[in-house]
C-alpha cells in the first residue's frame, strides 16, 4: 500500500511518496499534488488517457505531474484518481479519471505553478519505491 506526506520548504511544498511498486509511487504524487491543491472530487465521469516519455523515471515523474497540473489548470479538468497502466524506464501511459472543475464543489487552497527538479529524488530500496518532489507555488 503507497502513501504520502507533504513537505514544507521556505517558499515551495514537496511531496514525499512512497509505494511497493514505481507505478504505486507515481499514483501517491499525484494524489499528493492534488492534496496540495486543494482537495479531491468523488466523481469520476471522466478520464484522460496520458502519455509521456522521458529518459528516466525524475523526468518522467515531473513531466507526470506537470500534465497533471496543466490538465487542471488550463483545461478545467479536477482529477480525481489515477491508474498506470505502463510505466518503463523511457514511457509512461496512464488514465487520470475526474470531472469538470466546478467552483461550488470544489475547494482550491493553493495555486501551484510548476513541478520542479529542485532536490528531485527517485530510488528504490528494497522492496519500496520513494520519491521526493518539490512544487513551486
Known amino acids: 500500500m503507497g ?13 514525499e511518496a512512497w509505494g511497493e511498486s514505481s507505478g504505486e509511487m507515481f499514483v501517491q ?3 499528493g499534488l492534488m492534496d496540495i491543491i ?12 496520458i502519455e509521456i516519455r522521458g529518459e528516466d523515471f ?13 490538465l487542471f489548470e488550463s483545461r478545467g479538468f479536477f482529477p480525481g484518481e489515477f491508474e498506470i497502466m505502463v510505466l518503463e524506464d523511457h ?9 469538470q472543475f466546478d467552483s461550488n464543489r470544489h475547494r482550491v487552497e ?28
Do not use: C, P
Open 58 to 70: 525524475e523526468e518522467i515523474l515531473i513531466r507526470w505531474l506537470n500534465e497533471i497540473l496543466f
Open 110 to 137: 493553493r495555486e501551484v505553478k510548476a513541478v520542479t527538479y529542485h532536490q528531485l529524488k527517485v530510488e528504490k530500496s528494497g522492496n519500496e519505491w520513494r520519491a521526493r518532489i518539490y512544487l513551486d507555488l
Open 29 to 31: 504524487a499525484a494524489r
Open 3 to 15: 502513501n504520502y506526506q507533504i513537505l514544507e520548504h521556505t517558499a515551495d511544498m514537496g511531496i
Open 91 to 99: 514511457f509512461l501511459r496512464a488514465r487520470v479519471m475526474g470531472e
Open 38 to 49: 486543494g482537495g479531491e472530487t468523488e466523481t469520476l465521469g471522466e478520464e484522460r488517457l
